[in-house]
């Protein structure tokens, strides 16, 4: 399986960015689809997720700003980012919850991170 993510890039404070992640192989379901983020020197932190029912989280950093939706038949999650501050200059990460089978176990997959940086 593999998440290839896009739309990272460099943004004036207030604007917007909308980043695409999509998986791809042969896997049975794609559970939960979450987008993560880490800035030099700080852990990975969670920015948002939604279950394959639409089911959503946010970081409270990110509530009121960043929207983020999925189409279960592209297997693709979507972040769309607005009003946009120097403070969420990180590299955004896509995050999937996998199963291979209707009876496997559930796996995590990372993809390779997309950088998105705020000047003020």
């Known amino acids: 399986v593999q998440l290839q993510a896009s739309g990272g890039g460099l943004v004036q404070a207030g604007g917007s960015l909308r980043l695409s992640c999509a998986a791809s192989g042969s896997f049975f379901e794609v559970k939960v689809m979450g987008w993560y983020r880490q800035a030099p020197g700080k852990q990975r932190e969670l920015v948002a997720e939604i279950s394959s029912g639409g089911?959503?989280?946010?970081?409270?950093?990110?509530?009121?700003?960043?929207?983020?939706?999925?189409?279960?038949?592209?297997?693709?999650?979507?972040?769309?980012?607005?009003?946009?501050?120097?403070?969420?200059?990180?590299?955004?990460?896509?995050?999937?919850?996998?199963?291979?089978?209707?009876?496997?176990?559930?796996?995590?997959?990372?993809?390779?991170?997309?950088?998105v940086t705020v000047s003020s």
Not at 62 to 76: H, L, M, P, Q
Not at 89 to 113: E, F, M, P, Q
Request: hydrophobic share 30%.
């Open 55 to 115: 089911s959503i989280n946010y970081a409270d950093s990110v509530k009121g700003r960043f929207t983020i939706s999925r189409d279960n038949a592209k297997n693709t999650v979507y972040l769309q980012m607005n009003s946009l501050e120097p403070e969420d200059t990180s590299v955004y990460y896509c995050n999937a919850d996998i199963k291979y089978s209707r009876w496997s176990l559930i796996t995590n997959h990372w993809g390779r991170g997309t950088q």
